[in-house]
């Protein structure tokens, strides 16, 4: 059974930074790809960032130059997004996608809160 575990999420001042982490266990077949996407209340899920088995990343507009999406090269199957320069905007719950060939397994999702 596939399973999508994130972490990392907290309380951080606007300016701050943080990062992500999530671990997919329990895949017997190739990853297509891995991304990002976060929740605000009231609103969408939106994608923030996503990365493929090949390395290709693509970002929303709104946190290009401020996230990277990188693979954790110490971990299998597990993705990183740092986060600097946080705004009160970015705040959500992050949720975690696993693209694999036949269907995507999502994660139960991190909170990011960015306040003062």
């Known amino acids: 059974q596939v399973q999508v575990v994130e972490s990392g999420g907290d309380l951080v001042q606007p300016g701050g930074s943080l990062r992500l982490s999530c671990a997919a266990s329990?895949?017997?077949?190739?990853?297509?790809?891995m991304g990002w996407y976060r929740q605000a209340p009231g609103k969408q899920r939106e994608l923030v960032a996503i990365?493929?088995?090949?390395?290709?990343?693509?970002y929303a507009d709104s946190v290009k130059g401020r996230f990277t999406i990188s693979r954790d090269s110490a971990a299998k199957n597990t993705v990183l997004l740092q986060m600097n320069s946080l705004k009160p905007e970015d705040t959500a719950v992050y949720y975690c996608?696993?693209?694999?060939?036949?269907?995507?397994?999502w994660g139960q999702g991190t909170q990011v809160t960015v306040s003062s």
């Open positions: 990365i493929t088995s090949g390395g290709a990343a693509n």
């Open positions: 329990g895949i017997r077949f190739s990853i297509n790809a």
């Open positions: 996608k696993v693209v694999l060939v036949r269907y995507d397994v």
